[in-house]
């Protein structure tokens, strides 16, 4: 049940942060949204390197100086995995007025949840391969370990549930359409645990290579996608501050529950 349940921690971050368009009459402004995107950015490279890479390099300590072998194959999977899917999937990222991927007719409003739910994949990739690990009992990672990457992954989810529906509602859609994509848009992170888990479960062996392959994934989205939407516009150091905060909290949680 400590799975079951950890796993769905992201996803009410996600769904809390969607009905945020319930009680807010306007879209966030810029400053907010840099805010918030810096933090989700820093939360997932801090959960990148110690939820993920670390313990991936400490699973293959048995291969001596190539111990970061796995690790490094598993995080080039991960961003090529990630490459392949932003090609072939069209979406459309919050700030962009160009989509990206095949030439596509579907709406705006479908490729910007596409683009977001692109984004939550990996995360869900990262929460299941944790406590796969966990559930396995022959991986370092321990209940409290795994609870904080899924801690951190809805905290940093919040904000980003807020950031899709948001928008959604400015280009016209109904609160309740908006916030119901906003829900949609997070239900792959427990679709893609659960998957990650059933997998992993069978490959034990494998976890060095799923922990960073999430990572890899993960850094994918926040290169390509966070961390140019924080920085777009007029010079700012809110993006910045907001992901060193990010950062340092994901990373006190992991060292502090782990």
Not at 82 to 102: F, N, R, T, W, Y
Not at 225 to 246: C, D, K, R, W, Y
Request: glycine share 10%; hydrophobic share 55%; aromatic share 8%.
């Amino acid at each position: 049940m400590e799975a079951f349940y950890g796993i769905l921690i992201p996803f009410l971050g996600t769904s809390l942060g969607a009905a945020c368009v319930f009680f807010l009459k306007k879209t966030l402004s810029d400053a907010v949204q840099r805010a918030l995107t810096g933090f989700a950015a820093g939360v997932m490279v801090a959960a990148s390197v110690w939820s993920l890479l670390i313990p991936a390099i400490a699973q293959s300590a048995a291969l001596g100086r190539w111990s970061f072998l796995p690790a490094a194959l598993g995080f080039w999977a991960g961003i090529l995995f990630l490459l392949a899917l932003d090609h072939i999937i069209p979406h459309l990222h919050v700030k962009s007025g160009q989509a990206e991927g095949p030439k596509s007719r579907l709406q705006r409003t479908t490729m910007m949840v596409l683009a977001v739910t692109l984004h939550n994949i990996p995360e869900g990739m990262a929460v299941g391969v944790v406590y796969a690990g966990y559930l396995s009992g022959q991986a370092q990672i321990t209940a409290a370990g795994a609870l904080a990457l899924s801690l951190g992954i809805a905290i940093q989810n919040f904000p980003e549930g807020a950031i899709i529906s948001l928008p959604l509602r400015a280009e016209g859609m109904k609160k309740s359409r908006a916030f119901l994509d906003g829900v949609l848009s997070g239900v792959v992170e427990p679709i893609g645990a659960v998957l990650t888990i059933l997998v992993a479960r069978h490959v034990i062996p494998a976890l060095p290579y799923l922990l960073s392959f999430a990572a890899g994934s993960m850094l994918y989205v926040v290169v390509e996608e966070l961390i140019p939407e924080m920085s777009q516009g007029t010079h700012t150091n809110v993006g910045t501050i907001f992901f060193a905060i990010g950062f340092s909290l994901m990373m006190v949680l992991d060292v502090a529950l782990g």
